[in-house]
């Protein structure tokens, strides 16, 4: 039944979103630390399970399966829930700290992707088309 | 008539909120088929005409939460909230390639790390640049550089005035649009191919709804590897800014 998949689901992620909590309170900021992640190593863990006592029936399956394909249309409703028109109109000092964030982390993307990289970085480096 | 019918869409505002963005999605693939043959990918056109509506929802209204404050898209508020957010990008993690994780495992953390210090630095250099001279002021401005979350936490903590707290969000806030935007228009220049870059790409823009709907627009099969490493950041953030960041700041500006 679908609703086993989306409970194995809500069950992953009410555990990971409490040990994020514990785990804030532990090192003392307020704030989550990396609930949603937690959650998603504890889910893809018991879906890897390989027990006849508890395997997930493609028909459960497809209770995950619907939360997974509903990501983009979710994310399109968090863009139209934005505050835009403040970032938009927000004052340069906000603008220019914001923008220059964003470029000096895009460029680092590629230079801390070949930490720990045992595949020829010569190879990687290849644009991929 | 009128009445009526937004009476009703008010009551079943989640409802309405499901025909909106089906709506957008729709029209949006229809847009990228008919007009550029697939090249610009549905999901970001689609993101792209949220955050249009976001900013048409917020010029109208004057309130914060984008189309949701017109009350009868106020649906979309609860669709797009953290709660479903965080469901459906833990969804997406059904079927990851455990391997990939763990190959990528060190340059992940190291991301992480790596992003927080450089978006505070930015967001910190900037504020000296515009005339921002007290070190509560720098490490506000410099923790908002890193997400809308680290920002207040540390102005906060820290004692800053509301405007500066307000600055810092607005910072974060520009820096969440711009990756969502900005990402599928970079991503082959990073190499934001594979699930290793991806991991390394959330840990060094930490903020979960840019690195959502970046890629998303970009290749939504990266997602769980980019998200995974993104949720941490705010909390290395929380942690890292008010504290050594800040008495570093402190010691730089004596």
Sequence with gaps: MAIYGAALLAFCMLTGVYVGDVLGDLIGVSANVGGVGIAMMLLI???NIKSPYFQLKPASAAGI?????MYIPIVV????????????????????????????????????????????????????? | MWDLLSAILIKNGFVAGLVFVGFLMWFSYWLSARFTHGHIHGS?????????????????TGGTSGIADIAIFSGVALLGGTMFRDFAIIATAYGADLKAIKHAGLAGVVSIFAGVLISFSVGALVAVAFGYRDPVDISTIGAGAATYIVGPVTGTALGASSDIIALSVAAGLVKSVLVMIGTPLVASFIGLDNPRSAMVYGGLMGTTSGVAGGLAATDPALLPYG?????????????LAPSVLYITVRALML
């Design chain 1, 77 to 129: 409703a968090m863009a139209a829930k934005q505050n835009v028109f403040s970032a938009v109109s927000s004052s340069a000092v906000a603008m220019v700290a914001g923008v220059l964030a964003v470029l000096v982390s895009f460029a680092l993307v590629p230079t801390i992707s070949r930490i720990g990289d045992k595949s020829s970085p010569a190879s990687r480096s290849e644009p991929r088309q």
């Design chain 2, 227 to 239: 998200a995974m490493t993104a949720t941490f950041y705010t909390g290395v953030g929380c942690l």
């Design chain 2, 44 to 60: 970001a056109i689609a993101i792209g005409l949220g955050l249009l509506s976001a900013y048409v929802g917020g010029a109208v």
């Design chain 1, 45 to 47: 863990m018991l879906s």
């Design chain 1, 65 to 69: 399966a619907f939360w997974s394909s």
